[in-house]
């Protein structure tokens, strides 16, 4: 071996036993066992383990529906402001009319309006306005939506521990989820299935009148009790702070109220939280998420902090979800289930098997055929062959990828693409060996010249690859992870591997020439 670099040995023995020790966990254990090592492995796709498939709409309709309520209130408080009387408002969340007493005034309205609406049809006939929406700004806030719901989505389900989900978007309004060995697929669906808008305001409990008669006052909104919903609260309009200041959220318990979810503001939060306490000592405080009242308790004492804790007759459950949900943010829009599919893990063994067959028929039948046309030579490009298969899998258990059916069809493709470096060795070695009677250096100039044809090949298919994985999604991805994976570890094992056992051989063989 004096004719190999001993820096080269200690580097394929190296990287080789590192892939034998990282590829063991995604060989032999399938359940988590809390170990950073043994759960260190192969995440397998939902067309292997099952799991559950859902595509979700985002329900845009109620953004412009909130738009349009945001204008009405506006133009109410700009009216007011300028002593405008109004006679009615007709809101059909496709234009808004507003009839006032008279036209004198309606100019200035425009003009307050537009400082916070610049991008609406504004137009004033007589003594009515009209307000509407193009298609570009409708779709600007789809789109803005969409994209936030994404994350949003993204977060819960990371959330919820799940691994390797594909969350991308379908179509204009949809959101498409697969989520690989869900065992409780009701507990997300709930998850996705709640806006988690929360906001805090406070309890109007003067007028009575108006919640007797179930009317809401202007700058007011009635609102049911989460657990009963014949109890009603009047409650301010604003909100004095929301869950857009939310930077923290953790289920707790409060030894007296039980489960319970406590909350943390950023800077700005507490601040409005602190204000909104003090000036409100004696008053309940509603905590308001999507659009019920959580609980609605006494203010003490002034609560400056910045951190607080939202009670509600929780289970443990429900207040570790609870939390999730504060954690990610609101959703902008609600989501609603539009198809909906459980795949069983009876399909996914199936195809473990079917790929497991034909992984082990096209090993073995490469195997025999590289024995059968290059002897001994043959037998050390199957032992680089077995090498490769360690070193893939080890890789893609090390960065956590996510094995579907494309990606044990990128391993299979991977077991001809290792053998084909191997190959062209080979061939280059027989042809020195015509020239040259030296053996080291006739292995030395058959892997130098072999060398140009293999990075040509290969850089080839990891470009494509690289194409793939950029515009393809999901299974696509997969595949070509597994195959650019598969690349690099045929050129490891063919350019290093193969080498050092190529000397390996020689050396203690004793050889003194090359039979191919």
């Known amino acids: 071996m004096k004719n190999y670099p001993l820096w080269k040995i200690f580097i394929v023995i190296i990287l080789l036993s590192l892939g034998i020790i990282f590829a063991i966990p995604s060989l032999l254990y399938k359940e988590n066992t809390g170990s950073w090592y043994l759960d260190n492995r192969l995440n397998l796709g939902l067309d292997l383990q099952g799991g559950s498939y859902l595509l979700l709409e985002v329900q845009t309709d109620v953004l412009i529906k909130e738009e349009f309520e945001n204008f009405s209130d506006t133009i109410r408080i700009i009216s007011r402001e300028n002593r405008v009387k109004i006679n009615n408002i ?41 307000i509407t929406i193009d298609e570009i700004y409708k779709k600007s806030i789809q789109d803005a939506a969409i994209k936030q719901s994404l994350e949003i989505v993204r977060k819960r389900i990371d959330e919820s521990g799940t691994k390797e989900p594909l969350i991308q978007r379908s179509g204009r309004y949809r959101i498409l989820l697969q989520l690989p060995g869900v065992k409780d697929p009701e507990r997300i669906k709930d998850l996705l299935g709640k806006t988690a808008k929360l906001n805090f305001h406070m309890v109007d409990d003067d007028d009575t009148k108006s919640l007797s008669l179930n009317i809401a006052p202007f700058g007011r909104m009635i609102v049911s009790d989460i657990d009963n919903e014949d109890i009603k609260y009047l409650l301010e309009k604003k909100s004095r702070v929301g869950g857009e200041n939310l930077i923290d959220a953790y289920a707790s318990f409060d030894p007296t109220e039980g489960h319970a ?4 503001f950023d800077t700005t939060g507490a601040q409005k939280f602190g204000k909104a ?9 509603a905590v308001v998420l999507d659009g019920v009242v959580i609980t609605a ?11 607080g804790i939202i009670t509600g007759n929780f289970t443990s459950q429900e207040a570790t979800d609870l939390a999730v949900l504060l954690r990610a943010g609101a959703l902008p829009a609600p989501l609603e289930i539009v198809e909906e599919r459980s795949v069983g893990p009876g399909l996914g063994a199936d195809s473990i098997a079917a790929g497991k067959i034909a992984a082990i028929i096209g090993m073995v039948l490469v195997c025999i055929f590289m024995v059968l046309i290059y002897g001994s030579f043959g037998f050390i490009a199957n032992i680089s062959l077995i090498a490769n298969l360690f070193i893939i899998i080890a890789l893609l258990g090390t960065i956590g990828a996510t ?13 001809g693409m290792a053998v084909d470096a191997n190959v062209l060795i080979f061939e280059r070695i027989k042809e020195e060996n015509f020239k040259n009677k030296k053996i080291y250096e006739t292995i030395k100039k058959g892997f130098d010249r072999a060398l140009s044809t293999i990075l040509d090949a290969n850089i080839t298919t990891l470009i494509a690859s690289l194409l793939l994985f950029i515009f393809g999604s999901g299974p696509i991805k997969g595949f070509s992870i597994t195959l650019s994976l598969g690349v690099i570890a045929s050129m490891f094992t063919a350019l290093m591997l193969t080498n050092l056992l190529v000397h390996f051989y020689i050396s203690f063989a004793s050889k003194k020439e090359i039979n191919l």
Request: aromatic share 8%.
């Open 403 to 415: 094995l579907t059916l494309p990606g044990i069809a990128g391993i299979v493709l991977t077991i």
């Open 297 to 307: 308790p006494v203010i003490n004492s002034a609560i400056t902090g910045g951190s």
């Open 90 to 130: 007709e809101n059909n969340d496709e234009v808004l009319k507003v009839r006032f007493d008279s036209g004198d005034k309606l100019k200035i309205i425009r003009e307050e309006f537009l400082k916070n609406y610049r991008s609406v049809n504004f137009v004033i006939t007589n003594n009515i306005i009209s």
């Open 277 to 285: 306490t003090s000036a409100n000592i004696g008053k309940r405080f």
């Open 261 to 264: 979810v406590s909350f943390r």
